[in-house]
C-alpha cells in the first residue's frame, strides 16, 4: 500500500515551458487535492477533485489545469511556467469528510 | 472559517510533555479543530481533530477548552522525531463543495525537540 505517490520528485523548467504533475492514490479515495507551498508559508489549495471526471478551483487555480481521467490519479498541468510557479506541490486525498493523506511534495523551480 | 493564531516557534526536551497552544477565539458551534505536522518538508501528516470534548489517541492529545476559543495539543512524551512544524486548523464539520475538505493553513508552530 504505497499512500499517494507523486513524479516527479524534482523538476527545473524554463519560463514559458509546460509541465505535468501526476498525482497517484491506492487508497480508493473519492476527493482528491493539490496544493502549494511557498517557502516560509502553509499550503494553499489550487484545485481538487471529488470524483472522476470532476474538477474545481480552489484558493489559487490561475496558471494550472487540471484533469481527473481515473480515479486514482490527478494531474496538474501548467501550461506556460513563470517563476512565481516555483514552489513544492503537495497531492492529497482522502475520504468523504475524512483526512487527508499527502503525497511527499514536487519541488519545482522555473527560471 | 474561523481563523488560528500560534506561537511561531517552540522549543521542548526529549522526553518530555509538548503542549502547543492554539487560538480560535472566532470558532463556531459547528467547527473542528484540526491538527496536522510537516516534518522537514515532507507532505503534512494528520495527527488528531477535535469537536468539543478532549481527544486522545496513539500520537497526541488534544485539549478543548469549554469555550472552544482554544486548544492545546499534547505530544506526552516528545522524541528527536517530534521536530516539524505544526499546524492548527479549524475546519467546518460536515461536507464542504460536494464533500470535499477545506483545509486552511497558516504558518503553524515549528517545533524542535532539544536532546
Known amino acids: 500500500n504505497a499512500g499517494v505517490t507523486q513524479t516527479p520528485k524534482f523538476r527545473v523548467l524554463k519560463t514559458g515551458q509546460s509541465m505535468t504533475l501526476l498525482c497517484a492514490q491506492d487508497?480508493?479515495?473519492?476527493?482528491m487535492y493539490w496544493y502549494r507551498q511557498d517557502p516560509g508559508m502553509g499550503l494553499r489549495l489550487i484545485h481538487y477533485?471529488?470524483?472522476?471526471?470532476?474538477?474545481a478551483k480552489g484558493e489559487v487555480p490561475d496558471g494550472y489545469n487540471v484533469s481527473r481521467l481515473k480515479k486514482q490519479n490527478f494531474l496538474l498541468g501548467l501550461e506556460s511556467a513563470a517563476p512565481s510557479q516555483t514552489s513544492v506541490y503537495f497531492c492529497?486525498?482522502?475520504?468523504?469528510?475524512?483526512?487527508?493523506?499527502f503525497g511527499p511534495g514536487t519541488r519545482l523551480t522555473v527560471l | 472559517d474561523a481563523k488560528t493564531t500560534q506561537p511561531p516557534s517552540m522549543d521542548c526536551a526529549e522526553g518530555r510533555a509538548a503542549n502547543l497552544p492554539c487560538n480560535h477565539s472566532?470558532?463556531?458551534?459547528?467547527?473542528?479543530v484540526y491538527w496536522y505536522r510537516q516534518i522537514h518538508s515532507q507532505g503534512p501528516q494528520y495527527i488528531i481533530h477535535g469537536l468539543k470534548n478532549n481527544e486522545t489517541n496513539e500520537m497526541a492529545s488534544l485539549i478543548i477548552t469549554e469555550d472552544r476559543k482554544s486548544s492545546t495539543l499534547i505530544l506526552p512524551h516528545a522524541t528527536l522525531r517530534d521536530t516539524a512544524v505544526y499546524y492548527c486548523?479549524?475546519?467546518?464539520?460536515?461536507?464542504?463543495?460536494?464533500?470535499?475538505?477545506?483545509?486552511?493553513f497558516g504558518q503553524g508552530t515549528r517545533l524542535t525537540i532539544n536532546p
Open positions: 472566532t470558532i463556531s458551534g459547528n467547527e473542528y
Open positions: 486548523i479549524v475546519r467546518v464539520a460536515g461536507l464542504w463543495f460536494q464533500g470535499a475538505q477545506k483545509l486552511v
Open positions: 492529497a486525498s482522502s475520504l468523504a469528510g475524512g483526512q487527508q493523506f
Open positions: 477533485s471529488v470524483g472522476e471526471g470532476t474538477t
Open positions: 487508497m480508493n479515495h473519492e476527493y
